[in-house]
């Protein structure tokens, strides 16, 4: 069940400031799309996205999107906030991660991957041998395929509460006594 357990579990990506990122050493966020960054239905983000980005470039952590989604998706959704991105990610295998590491020169120590799922974001996060950091999904509902995830993870969350009690979401980087 190790393969699944996230770093941290965060509500939003939003609630991930600067400083908490820093205090943990984290140099770069990789980020899943859809209902992560943004809402899997609304491409255009929010005016909290754009304050989150303007606050990670200052203090001088990148932000790269790490999707399964193809190239045309990915650069549509993208493009406005001038965000870097590796898609066709294929999580859970590492391919993505592995790619963005490489191409982006980052140290492996300085990364967290931050997405909505555990079978996809924390697998390849753990496989990866980075951080993880889980986070609800923005919105509700999702796309078709993704649905299929969801109805297994309930059951893989029952397993991880069980053997991991300290996992709690948190408004922050909180110890969760993880990883």
Do not use: C
């Not at 966020?29 to 960054?37: I, R």
């Not at 606050?55 to 932000?63: L, W």
């Not at 140290?107 to 991957?113: H, W, Y």
């Amino acid at each position: 069940m190790s393969i699944f357990k996230p770093t941290w579990m965060v509500e939003r990506i939003y609630d991930l400031s600067a400083d908490d990122l820093k205090n943990n050493g984290v140099e770069a966020v990789l980020t899943d799309l859809d209902n992560t960054l943004i809402a899997w239905n609304n491409p255009d983000g929010t005016q909290e996205l754009l304050d989150w980005f303007d606050m990670m470039r200052t203090a001088g952590i990148k932000v790269i999107v790490v999707s399964n989604n193809n190239h045309h998706r990915v650069q549509l959704a993208v493009e406005k906030f001038g965000l870097p991105f590796e898609s066709r990610a294929l999580k859970p295998l590492t391919f993505g991660i592995n790619k963005a590491i490489k191409h982006y020169q980052l140290d492996r120590k300085g990364v967290i991957m931050v997405g909505d799922q555990l079978i996809t974001d924390m697998v390849s996060a753990n496989m990866a041998e980075v951080r993880g950091v889980l986070v609800k999904p923005l919105v509700g509902s999702d796309a078709w395929n993704t649905r299929i995830n969801r109805f297994l993870e309930q059951f893989i969350k029952i397993i991880l509460k069980r053997k991991y009690p300290e996992l709690k979401w948190n408004r922050g980087l909180k110890n969760n006594g993880s990883n």
